[in-house]
């Protein structure tokens, strides 16, 4: 069984589109991330959701939009895509207790145009 | 800012080498744990020290913290070329209240040739 699963693993579009990048955890975690990897595979946070509660919204442009229905799920909506958008996008989860151990999805590798 | 640096950032090897990854930084860490990551898939938890001092060993890798918990080292004895891969370093902010996240290494990328 998948532990976290994202959907799509790849999304080729154009500049000026609208996408969603899709996130479960079969874990039985309560908390769930954004994260975004550039090409030099720097590893940066987005967001953070508890208990779909937003605990942290890094300094993202407000064109990334992450919503979470229920704990498993964590949704990314990006809005007027840019070339610098482009970068693989993982989806993370953990439990809150310590330590702070995260497990990670395949990760979906957006390449805007 | 906290930043933690890891180094070397690239290291290229043959099989049955020896070789250690660093991980240092000026603040103190509540936990720091290592990933693995191999291409087109997502980081890969190995580890997680949470004691000063603290040794941990999984097969031929040895995970050391710091005394301090300032710092942390990845030691691979006679690498394998299945070792090859993209290793992080992360820690977790030890006063960071209610805005815990994990402060993330640039990483070491690791080849191990046969």
């Known amino acids: 069984d998948t532990a976290v699963s994202q959907t799509p693993k790849y999304l080729v579009t154009q500049m000026g589109n609208d996408k969603s990048i899709k996130c479960e955890q079969n874990l039985g975690h309560d908390t769930m991330y954004w994260y975004k990897q550039d090409s030099k595979k720097f590893l940066k946070i987005m967001f953070s959701y508890n208990n779909k509660e937003l605990i942290i919204n890094e300094t993202v442009p407000n064109r990334f939009s992450p919503k979470s229905p229920d704990k498993a799920h964590l949704n990314l909506h990006i809005n007027s895509l840019e070339l610098g958008d482009s970068a693989v996008y993982f989806c993370?989860?953990?439990?809150?207790?310590?330590?702070?151990?995260?497990?990670f999805g395949p990760g979906t590798r957006l390449t805007v145009t | 800012t906290q930043l933690l640096e890891q180094s070397p950032q690239f290291l290229s090897i043959q099989e049955g080498e020896n070789l250690t990854v660093y991980c240092n930084s000026s603040?103190?860490?509540?936990?720091l744990q290592w990933y693995r990551q191999e291409p087109g898939e997502g980081p890969v938890l190995l580890v997680t020290v949470v004691t000063g001092g603290e040794v941990k060993k999984l097969k031929r890798l040895t995970f050391q913290f710091g005394d301090a918990r300032k710092d942390s080292s990845l030691h691979i004895t006679a690498a394998q070329t299945g070792d090859t891969g993209l290793y992080l370093c992360a820690g977790e902010n030890a006063h960071a209240g209610n805005n815990r996240k994990l402060i993330w290494g640039l990483g070491t990328s690791l080849a191990v040739n046969p």
């Open positions: 993370a989860s953990s439990q809150r207790r310590k330590p702070y151990e995260q497990y």
């Open positions: 603040s103190v860490f509540s936990s």
